[in-house]
């Protein structure tokens, strides 16, 4: 029963995260760093707060009265993951949803989920949950193979796109992704899943503010908000830092007054975009209460956000114009994503 709900908690996440950036599409006439910078306020400082404040009593003492080393590997990964979820954004404005999220999002599985059995090897005393663990039973060695499969599910993806870049003209790509560029996309892409999957990384440092908040009465469901809390203060300060550069560069700054464009409805739409965005580790905390912080964990959340941005992708016409053969390629790229799903799940059950 834990392992069921564990699987229905990283459902709820995966299905926000794979949303968020569907409000995102109806703000106008603002620039992209306006309207990430804006939703990034709320995803990345305002609802972790509220969200840690209502389920974490006392958690601004926790924070504070933890030693300084765990607080700056949480916050150092949170920046490092700041920097993936920068170019996460760059991803879906080159690639769409479908194709950018399955390919960063893919790469983030595979890391995000050998990040920390790896980091328990190296670093701590621990023996059952190590990455040497998992090659000597038979459940790691599935949990191994759902990797591999989840990056040929990448490539799989990958060469969808590459199909539809020399099937389509310039103007039949750009009518569902304005800034369709394939290059540039898969390099952005590849940079964001590597560095998205610190994020795993921080949660695994943040760990003993997790232990006190139980220590001290928290919900164990909820222990990992206090976490939240100091590893997005790491993607804050990287986001906010590009999207001011980026203000001053492009001189945007006008964006947040500018009374031609729907103010209420633009602060609105990013406020949304931001809100849904937290829910994916809000309800990914959860799921990783009930089922460990292990590889089966991270993929599995991954794996979901892949399936709903697809549908998303598919349902918003991205694929549009594609012959069959592409059209069944991204759909077999997906799918074999979903299957790594089945390993992981199958080998975390031994």
């Known amino acids: 029963m834990q392992a069921i709900l564990g699987i229905f908690f990283h ?30 306020f709320f995803s990345w400082l305002i609802v972790p707060f509220l969200a840690a404040w209502i389920t974490v009593p006392d958690f601004l003492s926790i924070i504070s009265k933890t030693d300084s080393a765990t607080i700056f590997w949480t916050y150092f990964m949170g920046v490092l993951w700041g920097i993936g979820g920068l170019t996460f954004g760059l991803a879906m404005r080159y690639l769409g949803m479908s194709l950018g999220m399955s390919v960063a999002l893919g790469y983030t599985s595979a890391f995000g989920s050998l990040i920390p059995p790896i980091y328990r090897d190296l670093f701590t005393s621990d023996t059952t949950h190590t990455f040497s663990a998992m090659l000597k ?21 990958g060469a969808a796109g590459v199909m539809k870049e020399r099937e389509l003209s310039e103007d039949q ?46 919900n164990p469901l909820f222990q990992n908000n206090v976490i939240f809390v100091v590893l997005l203060w790491g993607g804050l300060t990287t986001n906010l830092l590009w999207c001011l550069l980026l203000n001053i560069r492009n001189k945007t700054f006008g964006d947040y007054v500018n009374k031609e464009t729907p103010l209420a409805g633009n602060y609105f739409f990013a406020a949304l975009a931001g809100t849904t965005w937290f829910f ?64 992981v799940g199958y080998g975390n059950s031994f």
């Open 137 to 157: 039973s038979p459940g790691g060695l599935l949990v191994l193979s759902g990797v591999v499969v989840c990056l040929l599910g990448i490539a799989i993806c």
């Open 11 to 40: 459902f709820v996440g995966g299905f926000a995260s794979g949303s968020f950036y569907i409000p995102f599409k109806k703000v106008k006439n603002w620039a992209w760093e306006s309207y990430w910078i804006v939703g990034g």
């Open 280 to 343: 994916q580790f809000f309800f990914y905390g959860m799921g990783e209460s009930k089922l460990g912080n292990g590889a089966s964990s991270w993929i599995l959340h991954m794996a979901f956000i892949i399936m709903i941005s697809s549908l998303w992708g598919i349902t918003l016409r991205e694929w549009k114009g594609v012959s069959r053969r592409t059209f069944l390629t991204i759909i077999l790229g997906v799918a074999t994503i979903m299957a790594s799903v089945l390993l």
């Open 173 to 218: 790509k750009k009518q569902s992704i304005q800034e369709f560029d394939l290059k540039k996309g898969l390099i952005v892409a590849t940079v964001s899943g590597i560095l998205s999957a610190c994020f795993n990384f921080g949660i695994e440092a943040g760990k003993p503010m997790a232990a006190i908040a139980v220590e001290q009465g928290s």
